[in-house]
């Protein structure tokens, strides 16, 4: 047996319909649409700053944190130097009447100055800031009424505090660094006096 396959081919019209042509008597013929389908149209695309703009924001906060957080580091370390030093120098008041050789107490008096003088620059990591020169922090804002703090609420000030806060960290980092090296001096200082004694 033979299998028959029929394929009807769409008209497409290219003039007027004739008439009696179509699939009866009086019918117009068919027409068939071969046209492709719309392309798809590319929305153009609208670049926006809002990535860059949330991007600053977190790089903002995060700074703010990370200067914070520094400056309450070095406080939290100056506190513990501190402790050590008046500790050091208690043990070294003690010692202060007992019979030594001169060399040791020579050692023991620069000992005793060199450590005084770390806890003073302990004392000035520790000592606070009230200048208010940031305009975001409550030394400033203990200078305005009411209104004027409304209207301090409105800029952004995060990068006036990173600049100010930067500054802080900084000048108590570099003191702490000098009391690590007078305590250090201080310790080379009582070994040598140790040595004397013997």
């Given at each position: 047996?033979?299998?028959?396959?029929?394929?009807?081919?769409?008209?497409?019209?290219?003039?007027?319909?004739r008439?009696?042509?179509?699939?009866?008597?009086?019918?117009?013929?068919?027409?068939?649409?071969?046209?492709?389908?719309?392309?798809?149209?590319?929305?153009?695309?609208?670049?926006?700053?809002?990535?860059?703009?949330?991007?600053?924001?977190?790089?903002?906060?995060?700074?703010?944190?990370?200067?914070?957080?520094?400056?309450?580091?070095?406080?939290?370390?100056?506190?513990?130097?501190?402790?050590?030093?008046?500790?050091?120098?208690a043990?070294l008041?003690?010692?202060?009447?007992?019979?030594?050789?001169?060399?040791?107490?020579?050692?023991?008096?620069?000992?005793?100055?060199?450590?005084?003088a770390?806890?003073?620059?302990?004392?000035?990591?520790?000592?606070?800031?009230?200048?208010?020169?940031?305009?975001?922090?409550?030394?400033?804002?203990?200078?305005?009424?009411?209104?004027?703090?409304?209207?301090?609420?409105?800029?952004?000030?995060?990068?006036?505090?990173?600049?100010?806060?930067?500054?802080?960290?900084?000048?108590?980092?570099?003191?702490?660094?000098?009391?690590?090296?007078?305590?250090?001096?201080?310790?080379?200082?009582?070994?040598?006096?140790?040595?004397?004694?013997?």
């Amino acid at each position: 047996m033979r299998a028959l396959f029929c394929f009807r081919l769409p008209r497409t019209a290219t003039g007027p319909a004739r008439s009696g042509s179509g699939d009866g008597p009086g019918r117009p013929a068919r027409t068939t649409d071969t046209a492709p389908f719309p392309a798809f149209k590319e929305q153009p695309t609208v670049e926006t700053n809002n990535g860059t703009a949330t991007s600053t924001e977190k790089n903002l906060d995060s700074a703010c944190a990370s200067v914070t957080g520094e400056i309450a580091r070095t406080d939290s370390k100056a506190s513990l130097l501190l402790a050590f030093t008046g500790a050091v120098l208690a043990g070294l008041a003690s010692a202060a009447d007992t019979q030594l050789p001169l060399v040791t107490k020579a050692f023991g008096t620069l000992a005793v100055l060199t450590l005084g003088a770390a806890a003073v620059l302990l004392l000035l990591v520790v000592r606070p800031r009230l200048g208010g020169t940031d305009r975001a922090s409550f030394p400033y804002w203990a200078q305005l009424d009411e209104d004027e703090i409304r209207a301090s609420m409105t800029g952004d000030t995060r990068a006036a505090r990173i600049r100010v806060l930067s500054g802080i960290a900084l000048r108590k980092y570099t003191r702490l660094r000098y009391a690590v090296d007078t305590i250090l001096t201080a310790l080379v200082l009582l070994t040598a006096a140790a040595a004397g004694a013997l």
